[in-house]
């Protein structure tokens, strides 16, 4: 079962993160990359996780890739951070950056990936939630962090793997590497499902 999860599917992987890349190099998976023409938009009165839902699904219908077969699986994700009732993206710049950092300083909020896989003949969707609790952070930690790292790239302004969450989260309830972008092992117990 194993070896027919891993390596017996032409996996494509829609996305730009290298974050995701690592991951599904570490879970041992072959998988080529591929690009969505999706512009990444979302009806404004979606919560939680519809956003990422409809984000990842987006970027899969949005990839047209010629050679498909009936082994090619697309897998393409989306992660927001939701705190305070609201989904916070990638900052734009610092002072966004800053101030999404001093939102979450000292609470508690989400991370939460949603996922959709298809093939020539199916597609299934899920979601994955993390609780990420952040100490209070101070101006002057926020400030190097943000000089140091430029977390443009990341919703919520951070990378957990990073100087921040090594110093500032103090507790995940959860999928530690959905934190980082992708829940390897709920995407394993998927392709499991899907192999069989």
């Given at each position: ?28 998976l ?125 919703a ?17 309830e ?23």
């Amino acid at each position: 079962m194993v070896g027919k999860i891993l390596s017996d599917r032409d996996y494509i992987l829609v996305s730009h993160s290298p974050r995701r890349r690592q991951l599904l190099e570490g879970l041992g998976l072959q998988f080529r990359l591929a690009e969505s023409s999706a512009e990444e938009v979302c009806p404004a009165h979606l919560k939680r996780e519809e956003i990422p839902l409809y984000l990842s699904n987006l970027k899969a219908e949005g990839c047209v890739v010629d050679d498909m077969t009936e082994k090619s699986l697309l897998i393409a994700a989306d992660t927001i951070v939701w705190a305070g009732g609201k989904a916070l993206g990638k900052p734009h710049d610092a002072a966004e950056a800053r101030e999404m950092l001093q939102t979450l300083s000292g609470k508690t909020h989400e991370v939460i990936t949603g996922v959709t896989l298809k093939s020539l003949t199916a597609k299934r969707q899920f979601h994955n939630v993390s609780k990420v609790t952040f100490a209070d952070l101070d101006d002057d930690e926020v400030d190097y962090y943000i000089r140091q790292y430029r977390p443009f790239d990341k919703a919520g302004a951070y990378g957990i793997q990073e100087w921040i969450g090594l110093m500032g989260v103090k507790g995940i309830e959860g999928c530690f590497y959905n934190v980082m972008g992708l829940p390897v092992q709920h995407l394993y117990a998927e392709l499991k499902k899907w192999a069989d």
